[in-house]
């Protein structure tokens, strides 16, 4: 739903985990922090297996009008490339970006949309990062135990579109579980299928646990992985 000013650390809505992002967003002045601990990716193909670790990280901030801005990075990757004759690691920061999320017009208690343009930019270190910064621009709506994700982005590769719906099938005050499928075209070419965990531990703290198994030949055999999120006092 729509937040608001001095709204409760217990009905904030983390992006994390997922495929998609949560349609509302922070009321003026709240700041929340969403860290992967780490996330992960796995890929088997022609006998070349890849392991990648990323501490990615979000910063988000309220800024009023249904606005917010998020500050995200891999703050640290490790990545790990091996074959029958070879055995490559690569560390050191990765690349970063910056996002605005608004709420769009029509969102109420029962329906919730959101818009999130984010942009790529180039700040990891020189065997990590990209050759050219990304660009998305996503919408995610939800309405009840349903949500739907649509993003379409622009890269090094290409263009391509992502869509993902999901559903919540356990929802209390303190845990919360859904599973998703992605489908991706061009440049975001995948096949997936996926499910995760929350636990609030707190009102302000959230834990998450996630898997998503791709079954495309050019995508991820298997990412996930173990994050927190929380407001900052």
Known sequence: MRRCAGQDAADVEFDRPGLGFSPSVLAPGQI?????????????????????????????????????????????????????????RVHGGGDSNVALKWVLPGSNDDTQWALLARQGVLTGASDIRAERAQQDLGVSVATGDLAFYVNGTRDETGTGWTVSPSYTFLSTDSLGAYVEAGLGTGAQRSRALGTGVTWRVAPAVQLDLSVLRGFAADEDDWTGGFGVSFLLP
């Open 32 to 88: 929340a922090w969403e860290q992967g601990l780490p996330d992960i990716g796995h890929a088997d193909s022609d006998g070349v297996r890849t392991t990648r670790y990323a501490a990615a990280s979000v910063l988000r901030v309220g800024l009023g009008a249904d606005l917010e801005l998020q500050l995200g990075s891999d703050s640290r990757v490790w990545e790990r490339t091996r074959s029958a004759d070879a055995h490559e």
